[in-house]
């Protein structure tokens, strides 16, 4: 069984930057796909940012140039570095695991608010 714990989420100023953590158990988090979805209060859930297994990286385009997805394989982490954050960034972010087979998994979800 694979556990996703999140961590790093708060109250941020628009223009400020956050950085998430999310720490996976289990063994298989090398060759999974780790990817950062996000959901706005009455919107549906949608990617922000995903990294392969290969370490390479797709952004939503909302995203592109202010976040930065990342792994560090032997802490079975994986990050999301947010920069220049805007008020519609505020949504309860997500962590995902996809495997190279079964199915995926999801973290609890860490809260990030923009707002002066």
């Known amino acids: 069984q694979v556990q996703l714990v999140e961590s790093g989420g708060g109250l941020v100023q628009p223009g400020g930057s956050l950085r998430l953590s999310c720490v996976a158990s289990?063994?298989?988090?090398?060759?999974?796909?780790m990817g950062w979805y996000r959901q706005a209060p009455g919107k549906q859930r949608e990617l922000v940012a995903v990294?392969?297994?290969?370490?390479?990286?797709t952004y939503a385009d909302s995203v592109k140039g202010r976040f930065t997805i990342s792994r560090e394989n032997g802490k079975n982490t994986v990050f999301l570095q947010m920069n220049s954050l805007k008020p519609e960034d505020t949504a309860v972010y997500y962590c995902?695991?996809?495997?190279?087979?079964?199915?995926?998994?999801w973290g609890q979800g860490t809260q990030v608010t923009v707002s002066s």
């Open positions: 289990g063994s298989i988090f090398r060759l999974a796909t």
């Open positions: 995902k695991l996809l495997p190279a087979w079964g199915a995926a998994y």
């Open positions: 990294i392969d297994g290969g370490a390479s990286t």
